[in-house]
C-alpha cells in the first residue's frame, strides 16, 4: 500500500495515482464500509504506510513524546477519539473505623456505668453473648469514627510532591495536545526529568527504610517482594554463612532452608548426660539458624 498517495480532504485523506487491482478492491472495499482513512503524518522516507481507518471524524497526529525510538518507517501517533464516551462502573466506597482515632476515654465511661448484671441475667448463655456484642457495637459506632478508603493508583514510594509532579506533567501534556503550545511542552519536558529523578530518590529512600525496619516489620518487606514478582517463589540467591544458592537444584532454596535448620538442630542438640544428683539433661535448641533466615 505504501504506492497509495493520500491527498487531504474535507474529512480525511482521499487515495488518488491508484495503481493495480488489489488497490482498486481495497479502495472499495473501504467506502463499502464507509470508512475514512485520517493518518496524513508521512514516515521518513515520504510514505505512509500506518493507515488510521474510521467511520467517524478522529484526529490524528504525531506523537511529541514516543515512549520509544522511533521506527522510520512508523511514525509514532497520537489518536483522539471524540465520539467515545465511556462511563465506567461507580465503585461504592468502602468504609472502615479508624480506631486509632477513638473516643476510648468515653469508652470506658460507658462500660464503667453500664449495669452488667441486669444486662446479662437473661435465660441463656447465647441470648446474654448477643445482648453483649450489641453494646460494644453501639459503643463502636458512636465513639469510633470512620473514613473512606480510597484506592491509590501509585506505587507505596509516591510521595505527595512526587504525586502532584505528576499530575502537573500529564495536565502540560494534554494542554500541548490541545493548542500545540511550544511553552507546553517546554514544561513538559522539564516535569518528566525531574519526576524521573524525584521518583528514583523516593524509591531509594523507601527500600533503604525498608532494609532498616526488615527486623521489626518483615511484613513490608515480604509485601514488596509479592508486588514485584509473577508467582510464590524463593528468592533467586539465598546466602547464609559463605553458602550461596542461586538454583533450584538441591543445595540451594527450600532445601539449604531445611538444611540450615537441621545443622543448627543436631549441632546444638546434644546426648543426655547423667547427672549423680539430677535426672538427665540435654542442652536447649538453639534456633538462631533458622531465625536468622526469618528475619526475626
Sequence with gaps: MSSITWEATDIGFSATALSGDHIIDFIDTLNIYNLTQFNGIPNSYGKILDLVLC?????????PDPLVAEDPFHKALCIDVPFFDFKPLQVKPRKVYSYHRGDYDSIRARISETDWMQILSVST?????????????????????MRIVS????????????????????????????????????????????????????????????EESILTNPKQFWTYMKQNRANSTYPATMSYAGTVASSGRWGSGQHMLTRVCNSGLTSEMQQPTLEPRGPAQSAPYDDTACNTWRGI
Aim: with cysteine.
Design 125 to 145: 448463655v447465647e441470648n446474654a453473648l448477643e445482648l453483649f456484642y450489641t453494646l460494644m457495637y453501639e459503643l463502636r459506632d458512636q465513639y469510633i469514627p
Design 55 to 63: 467511520t467517524d471524524y478522529i484526529t490524528v497526529y504525531a506523537c
Design 151 to 210: 484506592k491509590n493508583k501509585y506505587p507505596p514510594w509516591y510521595n505527595s510532591a512526587l504525586i502532584k509532579i505528576v499530575k502537573e506533567k500529564f495536565k502540560y501534556h494534554r494542554k500541548f495536545k490541545n493548542y500545540g503550545n511550544i511553552s507546553d511542552h517546554l514544561s513538559f519536558k522539564l516535569l518528566r526529568d525531574r519526576a524521573a529523578i524525584i521518583e528514583r530518590e523516593c524509591h531509594d529512600a523507601y527500600i533503604a527504610r525498608m
